[in-house]
């Protein structure tokens, strides 16, 4: 840039600039000639604009086709899903997936769209007996627009009279029955699941897009998808677990991503720019509840370049009215979800805006480092301060356990509801090989040259320019006044219009707050992950690596970074497209079957929360407990559920499974011997909530032997599973 800088200036030395002849009259007065190659210098330099952007569009949309089919063929290849029944594609959907399928369920079996919206916001078959709207509590707007989507869709090839399914019988072996198997949109299961691949496969576009805008080069797009492909189990799950709410989410968080950064790059953003921001917060956080979380540290990051200077208080503002907004909007499409106005996301909020507010006041202390001190002092106090205050007000305790794991994850806390989160796997810390597999793709290694190259850029910079403040300081002398706005009439400051490279900066520091969550918590490095691959992009960026030569040699050197990445990367990609299985749950399928066929429609049944969330999906039976565990009251209720993994008698358990009115209990055998880790049985759980029983047989044992009266009868049993009715 520098380059070209001084190459305008001698020109116009030379009395010519580009395609312009400038001459001057006899007044002194210059007039301007136009040279007859400006016009052809315009054009070619338009149609070079519209190849440039061509050909981006096109490799967008080869990333968005490749991810497309890449997700669907192993989602197809780990199941076989084309060749299951309609029970068996339902089981398939198991712990929370199979809750949020069955509500989508309902809406397009229902007579009409609005009979089925009305059974899940007034459903008494969830936590039965007590009426929840679960659209509220459970994030179910995806399950809403795709239940609109396929009625329309049915509805029209109806009118067309046009087939949607095609059918076959499936022969299974094994002594199972042959089923029906039918493929085709028509078939609830696949509309459902081609409409989270397609969302996922766009956003793959995007995400290239993104890529190509940070760096500034089309080769660090492909950088950025090539570094997704080749780390796609570490970024995604999508392919396994399509109804998950992250699989919905994730890609408006991409979007929304993009348009902070979009906003930050740019010299003069509006409220308009606002409005887009929100737009994109709103379809981010009404699917998935853990969308407050990803935003709060994009709240913290995007403060974090407005205390260093890198973005004036307008740019602060615009994208802190976005989040606002769409927390605002949020919170009423969710019905007043409490959960969100007392999240830390939302307190936030309040203060960025107070130290905003602040400016004035605080510029007048001299020292910049102690105004960042208090804007950060101001941020923390100020967040916990709010939180608790609502928190106090309004009643609220669903969010209890999140400061819970906190604790347990940093010191010695431990109880029930704890110890069943940090006994999964999925949120136990970063496990070891995770960085170990991030290394032999190259991913790693690059994002850290990037992030060295990046912070050092930054602070060579930061140093010259308080040297230049220094000593222009010491040359104007203290007594001289600044120079004035004529508009505010406050002293000009240098920094009013930010630093360049702000957007840089802003994922430095949303890269830092993604890999401290996935270090706590494993099943958050699908943050990490993709921060990293478009991170990585950065390697292509001029502007930070002009020093490794002419930009041939740049490219060169970033072809062959992108040719060793691949080297691991085809590995990784080979063994994923190598994967092959073939559902099935023979003995969940004879339970479901057997449910279906001898027991009443009223019957209530609790066990374990996976389980559940199919009896209820596949057998339509009330439950009173299931896997979306954020609610106070449920987690109080599964604690009674689970007591029959614990060490109380027979009648105790009896005693707390008659108040919640159930008449079936499942018990799933393995449960009573099976733990991932040491202390972490489901007995050994219990221990620590209940240490007056400790040495005692755990009930599931007895609960699986012959004898269970008086308190209880076995009714159906097979290798996995017993029933047990309760005995009133």
């Not at 509840?289 to 205390?307: E, H, N």
């Not at 996976?610 to 987690?635: C, F, Q, W």
């Amino acid at each position: 840039m520098a380059i070209k800088k001084r190459h305008q200036n001698q020109n116009t030395e030379n009395g010519k600039t580009n395609g312009v002849n400038r001459t001057e009259d006899r007044r002194g007065r210059h007039s301007r000639k136009v040279d007859k190659y400006d016009k052809k210098g315009t054009s070619s330099s338009t149609s070079l604009n519209y190849k440039y952007f061509a050909l981006v569009g096109v490799l967008a949309f080869i990333a968005s086709f490749l991810h497309g089919q890449h997700l669907s063929h192993m989602f197809e290849s780990d199941k076989h899903f084309s060749h299951l029944s309609t029970l068996e594609r339902e089981l398939a959907f198991r712990t929370e997936m199979g809750l949020y399928f069955s509500y989508y369920k309902i809406m397009i079996e229902s007579p009409t769209f609005f009979d089925g919206l009305s059974s899940i916001m007034n459903d008494n078959m969830t936590e039965y007996p007590s009426t929840i709207n679960t659209l509220k509590r459970f994030n179910l707007y995806p399950e809403v627009v795709l239940a609109i989507g396929y009625r329309a869709y049915t509805g029209f090839m109806k009118y067309l009279n046009k087939p949607t399914t095609l059918c076959w019988t499936v022969t299974r072996g094994q002594g199972m029955q042959p089923v029906q198997s039918c493929e085709g949109l028509g078939e609830p299961s696949y509309f459902y699941v081609d409409a989270v691949i397609l969302l996922n496969a766009l956003m793959m576009g995007i995400f290239f897009l993104f890529g190509t805008f940070l760096s500034g080069s089309v080769l660090g797009g492909i950088i950025t998808v090539a570094a997704w492909f080749y780390n796609h189990g570490e970024a995604t799950r999508v392919q396994w677990t399509p109804p998950l709410r992250e699989s919905f989410a994730y890609p408006f968080l991409v979007i929304q991503m993009f348009l902070v950064t979009y906003v930050i790059r740019i010299s003069h953003p509006t409220y308009k720019h606002s409005l887009l921001i929100a737009l994109a917060t709103i379809c981010y956080m009404l699917p998935w509840q853990f969308a407050q979380f990803s935003l709060l540290t994009q709240t913290i990051a995007v403060l974090g370049c407005y205390v260093l200077k890198y973005i004036d208080s307008h740019k602060a503002r615009v994208i802190f009215a976005g989040q606002t907004i769409g927390l605002f909007v949020s919170y009423i499409f969710l019905f007043g979800n409490e959960m969100l106005l007392t999240s830390f996301f939302a307190s936030s909020l309040i203060i960025v805006h107070i130290i905003i507010a602040l400016e004035p006041v605080l510029e007048h202390i001299r020292v910049r480092p102690a105004i960042i001190a208090v804007q950060g002092l101001v941020l923390m106090l100020g967040t916990l301060g709010i939180k608790l205050i609502l928190s106090k007000i309004l009643h609220i305790q669903d969010d209890a356990h999140i400061s819970d794991i906190l604790r347990s994850k940093f010191g010695t806390f431990k109880n029930f509801h704890t110890m069943l989160y940090t006994c999964a796997k999925e949120f136990d810390l970063m496990e070891a090989e995770t960085p170990v597999r991030l290394l032999k793709t190259l991913l790693l290694p690059t994002v850290l040259f990037v992030m060295i190259t990046v912070v050092c850029n930054f602070v060579v910079k930061e140093y010259k320019s308080w040297l230049n403040m220094e000593t222009e300081a010491k040359s104007s002398g203290a007594g001289e006044p600044k120079p004035k706005d004529n508009k505010t009439d406050h002293p000009i400051s240098k920094d009013v219009v930010g630093k360049p490279n702000a957007e840089v900066l802003y994922h430095v520091f949303q890269l830092i707050a993604f890999t401290v969550m996935a270090v706590i918590i494993m099943r958050l490095k699908l943050f990490l992950t993709p921060q990293m691959a478009l991170f990585a992009s950065l390697i292509a960026s001029r502007q930070f690596f002009s020093w490794l030569g002419p930009k041939s040699r740049h490219y060169a050197i970033v072809a062959a970074i992108l040719a060793a990445m691949s080297i691991g990367g085809y590995f990784n990609i080979k063994m994923e497209l190598s994967i092959t299985g073939e559902f099935s749950n023979w003995p969940m399928e004879q339970m479901v079957e057997w449910i279906k066929a001898n027991t009443h429609k009223d019957a209530v049944f609790c066990g374990p929360m996976p389980t559940m969330a199919t009896g209820k999906l596949s057998a339509n039976r009330p439950i009173v407990n299931h896997p979306h565990y954020e609610d106070a009251g449920l987690r109080a209720r599964t604690k009674e559920v689970y007591s029959m993994y614990s060490r109380k008698s027979l009648a105790e358990i009896k005693e707390k499974l008659v108040k919640l009115r159930v008449n079936y209990a499942v018990v799933e055998q393995s449960w009573c011997i099976r733990k991932t880790r040491e202390g972490c049985g489901m007995p050994e759980i219990w221990d620590i909530e209940d240490p007056s029983n400790r040495g005692k047989m755990p009930a599931c044992e007895i609960l699986q032997g012959q004898n269970v009266g008086p308190h209880f009868r076995r009714v159906f049993k097979n290798d996995v599973y017993d029933i047990l009715e309760v005995i009133v």
